[in-house]
């Protein structure tokens, strides 16, 4: 036979009782934390505890874009290294990720808007990263099925374009970095609940999951929407993360017809072409905060309006499965790295709302180096937690965002 | 081909054809044909070719679940022709062909399946390197079915409609019109939800099994005539359901028939409880070549017979798990197919009146038997069926295989509504185990197959919907005569025949077959979902229509599971949905202010603010020279009406602003305007306005046109805890605002009102009431926003258009002009005012923006909201701080939102333009505090700059009349 049917990851032996280090929840961020501690650090018992299976949460769920071109100068260069790292990975993993480097295109709307624009691009030339300003004919060119008329409710002024971004296919990359760390002696413990974690004198001392204790001096909680509740209920610590149901939607299979990523702000919609043919399309969150990732009426008719205005062809096309997933809000939409405080041992890397996915290489790579060493690298510093205390946000986003319930 | 006439059954009208395009030629169906029906008894067999095999496909359920005969109409692609109306003069083309249908050139890539195993695009391609981008571009190509135009516009006319109702009943069968019937004898308003062009489910088209009772096609015509009679209810055909959400929100399309008004409409019911009985589908049955054209579940070949009046094939070959196969047999035979043999996976549990029938018309029923084969290269020419161990084997030659493995109920709507499934031993469903509140479930999705007890059971959830609605009913009597039928089948347990699975297709969309569900599972995928994911089993434009059921009970019994099956997950929309009918009408539901006709009669250029749309500039010049012209040195008016207004009253108002204003709001007079801001938790401005006291205890402020819609839910929020007594009135809607700027402005107002509008009776900052013309009642604020004498001139928003015309008349003179936003935006820059979200983004707070001077500490008793963080923020020295900028090249200004840099990024540029009035390009950036001293050298990195940086210099705001001797003048 041309292939070898084998498991692309082990099956687990029974929870052991002692790891060098755990990992609560088995989606992207906890499996690369877990494949670069185990390759780069040579920590041989790493455990990823998993509630459900692995990628069930929004690893699964998300639009599986990726891009670098953030706002601020802290964010900007994380996201680059991560777009880097996806060919290196494919090699490292020997899974195909699917890295479709097709480049996106963010609609702009308005003169202020192209401002707005206009400080993403300049930030990502600075930091050497291509991304452009277009007018509203280039655009049209580059995406014929564009509508760039004037009698629409937001009219195309321009676009701001992204050449190095793209999509990879996010379900190789949750298994392919399962082979990955399995390969390097991870054990992924599959239908498996963390439960708590035992502090003693200030330090990490164990886990407590349904199938049993362990002793470990590390423990990460990197359990997407659901890290807030855990770090909530394990570690005492409120974090000021609002999660929000975030849904999206593909159609029917297509033969090729968007070139890019396209996106607009304006009308709170993007839209891509996976590999498949399918139109992949969503964007904003539901207005009220929630854990249930059900679906709305108000949404999928939304992004129907919305689509039908930008790219009036796709009012022929078929939407054909529609799904939600959740998002953990910071006040200013930037993530929380942190470990070591208030307790020693513990690391936390949640509230990455929408950005989970495009981050979580990247971020596993540092996240390890980080719970390895003890000792906070740089490029993970200005995520710590205190910012908040300190008022001191991070301006990833212009605009006041409020994701609290009462306002 | 001729149909069958007269039969009772039909739904065609055979004496009307209607003419359809396909490949090149005319051909003719008749009216009530579907567009498949039409192609089928045209002699079409192979209506498309696989995703991935190209394998050519045909008719299968005949109810559209999968994409073997979605096809382009129109220029609409995935079109699903089974249920699709056939019109006259449709054009209708294939999908994934390359070449013809019946020869297809890539149809060699059924070959190739042994090097496609599941998921091996994640295993190759990516080595080396350099081959995927190139391997990316035929994966592109080769994937995806429909295609369609960039220019393609979809034609017709898209309605939405919103209905109330106290029981939507979903599914217009024998149990889904009892149930409606049951609620509606209650009084209650019923909408009945019915996919097909008619009522009657799987009883439309059949006898029955007892020769006894009235045929079930009659009985069902019977009750929808009882339905058509009875007011309350009202019924929906064409109308499939393809969402339900929180609190009983079902959504449905509904396709307008040709004498409609509409092509589609999107639906939404709101109802008190809702009934589900859609029946059943047929579950698959997997063998080799399952998917052959010729290959055809047994409600197709009936119905292809029974309401079309097409014979579905010559000499048949049935493999069946339930009686409505035997059934089907028995009628076909009588119909005129040649019925060669009878495969039931079952060893016993036949209908003995059916097993007598089919022994009367000496057709061999074989018990414990299933199809193993169709053999054909484009069509089923023999058929080869086993014993379900595979032990003995037999072969016949027939071009038609009618296979079923059983039924599998249609769970979809009560699984998007929240319900939880679980598998039941005794029928070999998935079934509801929690239903959530207000929805129940009737009929044979609930396994109960005999006719009386259908209807029996939509009765009684009709009856428990009305209970749900507060009727008193007699539930009792209704589950008394549910019982009184015989209960559920024992369902066929069988998923596949005894075969190796290479070309036995569990899912048709994606060319998945049993033996790729079976490598994925030997690769570590033993969760459904999962094996779904990596074997591509349920993803296509099908979703999960054929595999659903299947996919979770061939991994159970594959992997030898103890733990029972679990379905996986089904997902709205239930029935693909043309975008354009979720559009609907497509509203655009922007708000205009009083005065955008005017505007617009004035050559208003308009943008999108918020939720407004507002007037950006009144000629083709972007840079506005004229309008900032009239404002500097005559008059010009803006349009200020999308101003938040609001008015505070009551004993608390003031404790209320005392809390959201960074300032005392003591010191707001009543004849002069106070301007302060507010802040957020973390002392970030969020807003910007003025206040009037107009009364005791009585306040009007305003808010930036982006607060107006948040102000009242911001000051309850912050003053929740206190119980204060206010009231607080949102007037933005309700009045207008014209700011008349310029040095004229005074003598245009003089010339409109009697009131003395003087400097001395009407000094800067002041506020007055008075009317103009002696009958516009308007409140007027001198401001100075533009940095010249203005007045701002609030008026109900009905009388607005009055005022704007008047002010425009007693303006001509002086050569008013309308200026708007984008003028303001330089005046206003030049004076160094600032815009919210301008000059400021989320981060930046009172004091970065230099209006600390508007912070009042003294009031610690009001707890200001925002104060502990400025507290804090004062000493910190790593803010972003709000400067005032001079390009060294006045005829090269930065744009907006450049970045201020050395080795790295310090700052933005936020406004900055070359400025008419002062010859010179100021603006206004937000720089790291060290470099934010005037005289401090700064470089501009501009986006595509090529390295050249623009230079400039920190100089002091405002750029313009410093002194404010104009705006006060």
């Given at each position: 036979m041309f292939f070898r049917t084998r498991r692309l990851w082990k099956k687990p032996d029974r929870l052991r009782s002692r790891y060098d280090a755990v990992i609560i929840g088995g989606g992207l961020h906890g499996l690369a934390t877990a494949y670069y501690l185990a390759r780069e650090h040579g920590m041989r018992d790493v455990a990823v505890i998993e509630k459900n299976y692995i990628g069930f949460g929004g690893a699964g769920r998300n639009t599986a874009i990726v891009r670098a071109n953030q706002r601020t100068s802290e964010n900007?260069?994380?996201?680059?290294?991560?777009?880097?790292?996806?060919?290196?990975?494919?090699?490292?993993?020997?899974?195909?990720?699917?890295?479709?480097?097709?480049?996106?295109?963010?609609?702009?709307?308005?003169?202020?808007?192209?401002?707005?624009?206009?400080?993403?691009?300049?930030?990502?030339?600075?930091?050497?990263?291509?991304?452009?300003?277009?007018?509203?004919?280039?655009?049209?060119?580059?995406?014929?099925?564009?509508?760039?008329?004037?009698?629409?409710?937001?009219?195309?002024?321009?676009?701001?374009?992204?050449?190095?971004?793209?999509?990879?296919?996010?379900?190789?990359?949750?298994?392919?970095?399962?082979?990955?760390?399995?390969?390097?002696?991870?054990?992924?413990?599959?239908?498996?609940?963390?439960?708590?974690?035992?502090?003693?004198?200030?330090?990490v001392a164990g886990v407590e999951t349904r199938a049993g204790n362990i002793r470990t001096g590390r423990v990460l909680i990197s359990a997407g929407g659901y890290s807030a509740d855990i770090i909530h209920r394990m570690l005492g610590l409120t974090l000021p993360i609002s999660v929000l149901t975030i849904q999206a939607m593909v159609t029917q299979p297509l033969k090729p017809l968007l070139n890019h990523v396209v996106s607009s702000g304006a009308y709170h919609v993007y839209a891509n072409q996976?590999?498949?043919?399918?139109?992949?399309?969503?964007?904003?969150?539901?207005?009220?905060?929630?854990?249930?990732?059900?679906?709305?009426?108000?949404?999928?008719?939304?992004?129907?309006?919305?689509?039908?205005?930008?790219?009036?062809?796709?009012?022929?096309?078929?939407?054909?499965?529609?799904?939600?997933?959740?998002?953990?809000?910071?006040?200013?939409?930037?993530?929380?790295?942190?470990?070591?405080?208030?307790?020693?041992?513990?690391?936390i890397n949640c509230g990455w709302g929408y950005f989970g996915f495009k981050s979580c290489a990247v971020v596993g790579k540092h996240m390890a180096a980080f719970m390895a060493g003890g000792e906070c690298p740089e490029i993970l510093r200005p995520f710590h937690l205190r910012r908040y205390e300190q008022h001191r946000l991070m301006g990833e986003t212009a605009a006041v965002v409020n994701y609290s319930p009462d306002n | 081909m001729s149909r069958l006439e007269h039969l009772p059954t039909l739904r065609i009208d055979p004496s009307l054809t209607l003419p359809l395009h396909y490949r090149g030629k005319t051909r003719y169906g008749v009216s009530g044909d579907t567009v498949a029906t039409a192609l089928f008894a045209d002699g079409v067999r192979i209506f498309g070719r696989s995703l991935k095999y190209h394998r050519p496909r045909g008719l299968y359920s005949l109810d559209g679940e999968c994409a073997n005969t979605t096809m382009a109409v129109d220029g609409v692609p995935n079109v699903r022709t089974e249920t699709t109306p056939l019109v006259s003069g449709m054009r209708v083309a294939v999908q994934n062909v390359m070449g013809f249908p019946e020869f297809d050139v890539m149809g060699f890539m059924d070959r190739l399946s042994p090097f496609m195993p599941a998921g091996f695009?994640?295993?190759?391609?990516?080595?080396?390197?350099?081959?995927?981008?190139?391997?990316?571009?035929?994966?592109?190509?080769?994937?995806?079915?429909?295609?369609?135009?960039?220019?393609?516009?979809?034609?017709?006319?898209?309605?939405?409609?919103?209905?109330?109702?106290?029981?939507?009943?979903?599914?217009?069968?024998?149990?889904?019109?009892?149930?409606?019937?049951?609620?509606?004898?209650?009084?209650?308003?019923?909408?009945?939800?019915?996919?097909?062009?008619?009522?009657?489910?799987?009883?439309?088209?059949?006898?029955?099994?007892?020769?006894?009772?009235?045929?079930?096609?009659?009985?069902?015509?019977?009750?929808?005539?009882?339905?058509?009679d009875e007011p309350r209810i009202r019924v929906f055909c064409r109308t499939p359901m393809i969402g339900a959400y929180n609190d009983n929100l079902v959504t449905a399309v509904q396709?307008?028939?040709?004498?409609?008004?509409?092509?589609?409409?999107?639906?939404?019911?709101?109802?008190?409880?809702?009934?589900?009985?859609?029946?059943?589908?047929?579950?698959?049955?997997?063998?080799?070549?399952?998917?052959?054209?010729?290959?055809?579940?047994?409600g197709c070949a009936h119905r292809l017979a029974r309401t079309y009046g097409i014979l579905p094939g010559k000499t048949a070959v049935f493999s069946v798990g339930h009686d409505m196969g035997l059934e089907a047999a028995v009628d076909l035979s009588e119909l005129g197919v040649e019925v060669l043999c009878v495969a039931d996976a079952r060893e016993d549990g036949q209908h003995p009146g059916l097993v007598r029938a089919l022994t009367e018309r000496g057709i061999p029923l074989l018990r414990g038997w299933v199809a193993a084969r169709a053999f054909g290269k484009r069509h089923v020419k023999k058929a080869a069926v086993t014993t379900v161990e595979g032990t003995v084997r037999r072969e016949f030659a027939c071009d038609l295989l009618?296979?079923?493995?059983?039924?599998?109920?249609?769970?979809?709507?009560?699984?998007?509504?929240?319900?939880?499934?679980?598998?039941?031993?005794?029928?070999?469903?998935?079934?509801?185990?929690?239903?959530?509140?207000g929805v129940h479930a009737a009929g044979r999705l609930l396994g109960w197959n005999d006719p009386g007890a259908a209807e029996a059971s939509g009765r009684l959830a009709g009856v428990r919907a009305a209970a749900d609605c507060g009727k008193t009913v007699d539930s009792d009597a209704a589950e008394a005569a549910l019982a009184a039928h015989p209960g559920p089948e024992s369902g066929c347990k069988l998923v596949t025949a005894p075969v190796a699975g290479k070309k036995a297709f569990v899912c048709f969309d994606e060319d998945a077959t049993v033996k790729n569900v079976r490598q994925a599972i030997d690769m570590g995928f033993d969760v459904p979902e999962l094996i779904k994911r990596f074997a591509a089993v349920g993803l296509g434009p099908g979703q999960g229509g054929i595999p659903g059921h299947n996919l979770p009970l061939l991994a159970a019994r594959y992997r030898a599971d103890t733990a029972p099956p679990r379905p996986t997950t089904v997902r709205s929309p239930l029935v693909p949905a043309l975008i354009a009918a979720y559009a609907g009408a497509q509203r655009d539901m922007c708000k205009r202010t009083p005065l955008h006709r005017l505007q617009e009669r004035d050559g208003g250029v308009f943008r999108r603010t918020g939720v407004w749309k507002r007037a950006r500039y009144f000629s083709d010049d972007t840079e506005c020279r004229e309008e900032i012209l009239a404002v500097r040195n005559g008059v010009g008016m803006l349009d200020a009406s999308t101003l938040g207004k609001f008015r505070i009253h009551g004993p608390d108002?003031?404790?209320?602003?005392?809390?959201?204003?960074?300032?005392?709001?003591?010191?707001?007079?009543?004849?002069?305007?106070?301007?302060?801001?507010?802040c957020n938790d973390d002392g970030c401005v969020i807003d910007d306005g003025v206040a009037v006291k107009i009364g005791e205890n009585d306040y009007y402020f305003t808010t930036s046109t982006g607060r107006a819609g948040a102000t009242v839910e911001w000051?309850?929020?912050?003053?929740?805890?206190?119980?204060?007594?206010?009231?607080?009135?949102?007037?933005?809607?309700?009045?207008?605002?014209?700011?008349?700027?310029?040095?004229?402005?005074?003598?245009?107002?003089?010339?409109?009102?009697?009131?003395?509008?003087?400097?001395?009776?009407?000094?800067?900052?002041?506020?007055?009431?008075?009317?103009?013309?002696?009958?516009?009642?308007?409140?007027?604020?001198?401001?100075?926003?533009?940095?010249?004498?203005?007045?701002?001139?609030?008026?109900?928003?009905?009388?607005?258009?009055?005022?704007?015309?008047?002010?425009?008349?007693?303006?001509?003179?002086?050569?008013?002009?309308?200026?708007?936003?984008?003028?303001?935006?330089?005046?206003?820059?030049?004076?160094?005012?600032?815009?919210?979200?301008?000059?400021?983004?989320?981060?930046?707070?009172?004091?970065?923006?230099?209006?600390?001077?508007?912070?009042?500490?003294?009031?610690?008793?009001?707890?200001?909201?925002?104060?502990?963080?400025?507290?804090q923020a004062e000493d910190d020295p790593d803010r972003l701080t709000l400067v005032g900028i001079e390009m060294d090249d006045p005829d090269r200004p930065a744009k907006d939102g450049s970045v201020i840099v050395d080795d790295r990024i310090r700052g933005y540029v936020c406004t900055l333009r070359r400025s008419v009035t002062l010859n010179r390009a100021v603006g206004m950036a937000l720089v790291e505090a060290p470099l934010s001293a005037p005289g401090t050298h700064l470089e501009i990195f501009e986006d595509d700059c090529n390295g050249q940086r623009l230079k400039a210099k920190v100089v002091p705001m405002p750029f313009y009349d410093p002194e404010g001797k104009r705006m006060k003048g």
């Open positions: 900007l260069p994380l996201y680059k290294e991560a777009l880097d790292l996806w060919p290196v990975l494919t090699r490292e993993l020997n899974f195909n990720l699917m890295f479709n480097n097709c480049g996106n295109l963010n609609l702009v709307h308005s003169e202020a808007a192209m401002k707005a624009s206009r400080l993403n691009v300049a930030t990502a030339q600075f930091h050497g990263v291509e991304s452009h300003l277009l007018d509203a004919a280039q655009v049209k060119e580059m995406e014929p099925a564009l509508n760039i008329a004037e009698d629409i409710a937001f009219p195309i002024h321009g676009a701001m374009y992204h050449p190095p971004g793209g999509v990879v296919r996010h379900d190789a990359v949750v298994w392919g970095l399962a082979k990955g760390a399995s390969a390097h002696g991870v054990h992924i413990h599959q239908q498996t609940e963390a439960t708590g974690i035992s502090v003693e004198n200030g330090a996976t590999l498949k043919g399918e139109i992949a399309t969503g964007a904003h969150m539901d207005p009220w905060p929630n854990y249930t990732t059900r679906n709305s009426a108000h949404y999928i008719k939304h992004q129907a309006e919305a689509l039908g205005e930008m790219l009036p062809c796709l009012r022929g096309v078929r939407f054909m499965r529609h799904w939600a997933g959740l998002a953990d809000m910071t006040p200013d939409m930037a993530p929380i790295m942190d470990g070591n405080d208030p307790v020693r041992g513990a690391y | 695009y994640y295993r190759i391609l990516h080595k080396p390197a350099m081959i995927w981008p190139l391997a990316l571009k035929s994966i592109r190509k080769a994937a995806g079915l429909g295609k369609i135009s960039p220019d393609f516009r979809t034609i017709g006319t898209f309605e939405e409609r919103y209905l109330h109702a106290d029981v939507c009943v979903v599914g217009g069968g024998a149990a889904g019109m009892s149930a409606a019937l049951a609620a509606a004898e209650s009084g209650l308003r019923v909408i009945l939800l019915e996919a097909r062009p008619w009522l009657g489910g799987c009883w439309d088209y059949r006898s029955g099994a007892d020769s006894d009772a009235l045929p079930l096609y009659e009985r069902s015509r019977e009750l929808a005539r009882e339905v058509a396709s307008g028939g040709e004498d409609e008004g509409f092509t589609e409409r999107y639906i939404e019911i709101r109802a008190q409880s809702v009934v589900v009985a859609t029946g059943c589908i047929e579950r698959p049955l997997l063998f080799e070549n399952n998917d052959r054209p010729g290959v055809m579940q047994v009618v296979a079923s493995a059983g039924l599998s109920p249609v769970t979809g709507p009560l699984t998007v509504a929240g319900a939880r499934l679980a598998y039941d031993v005794h029928t070999g469903y998935f079934l509801p185990e929690a239903l959530p509140c108002a003031l404790n209320a602003l005392q809390r959201v204003y960074v300032s005392d709001m003591r010191k707001v007079g009543s004849d002069r305007v106070k301007y302060s801001a507010m000051i309850r929020y912050h003053t929740r805890f206190d119980e204060w007594d206010f009231h607080l009135v949102n007037l933005t809607d309700a009045l207008g605002v014209i700011n008349l700027a310029g040095p004229d402005a005074r003598t245009v107002l003089e010339s409109i009102t009697d009131a003395d509008v003087s400097n001395e009776a009407f000094p800067f900052a002041g506020y007055r009431t008075f009317r103009v013309d002696g009958w516009i009642p308007v409140r007027a604020m001198r401001l100075g926003f533009v940095g010249e004498l203005s007045f701002e001139l609030h008026a109900p928003s009905s009388f607005m258009p009055a005022l704007w015309d008047r002010v425009a008349e007693a303006g001509k003179p002086h050569g008013i002009r309308n200026f708007g936003m984008e003028a303001q935006n330089v005046l206003r820059m030049e004076k160094g005012h600032v815009i919210l979200g301008q000059e400021s983004e989320q981060r930046t707070n009172l004091l970065d923006l230099g209006l600390g001077f508007l912070w009042d500490r003294s009031k610690t008793d009001a707890a200001t909201v925002g104060a502990v963080a400025l507290e």
